[in-house]
């Protein structure tokens, strides 16, 4: 069993359990990782133009999908995943007994699949007591530029490409169908992708001009025109990209 302490626990975060017959394929017709494979992956639930709704982590338990995601939109998830399940026979319910864990290094779970700098990450029952993981996270995951959730990519604002999906691993181009698909796959295939969610210092403090601003880290989630940001400014994975 994983190491669990109020120390690592992302209280902010919450997991879904997808149960019932075959959650894997009706996952894969609808998110944007290949779910048929080894998990865990990070994943998109898009608009049909191709835009982020929801984004988490998916980890398979025996024949069972859990969904690592934002617990404030847990709820909404869970309801838009009903939405698609038709007459399946599966189950899609929060898991309040298990909880999301991280660590910056060390040897509990796995490495992040989005970005391995990220550090590691795994499931594990709900300890008690206060945690101060949520803020250590967030410091330490826009210190390499890494954007998620609702406040930073939006909902149906930003097409999934532009919120550097493919930079981190949060899309695959060869699993066939799924909700979104034509227009990411489209711009995938023509290179075009002309803005970008970007991690950028605040500066003298203004926030107008970014989605969301941390003042106590000195940071704001801005979206720009790829060709008005300073390659220097970005962490090395986003600044490759952008080069290429």
Known sequence: MPHTTPHTHLADRAVIRLSGEDVRGFLQG?????VSGPLPVWAGLLTPQGKALFDFILWADGDDLLVDCEADQADAL???LTIYRLRRPITIARDAT???HWAPDGVEGVPDPRLAALGRRWIAP???GESDAPARWRAHRLALGVTEGVAE???DKTLWLEANARELNGVSFTKGCYVGQENTARMHHRSKVNRRLVVLPLGDGATVDF???YPDLGLG???RRVETLDPAALPAWLAAAIAA
């Open 153 to 155: 990519l939006g909902q």
């Open 221 to 223: 989630v801005a979206f």
């Open 211 to 213: 989605r969301a601003a």
């Open 30 to 34: 609808l998110v944007t990782s290949d």
């Open 98 to 100: 298990l909880g999301v």
């Open 126 to 128: 709900v300890p008690g």
């Open 78 to 80: 869970a309801r838009r």
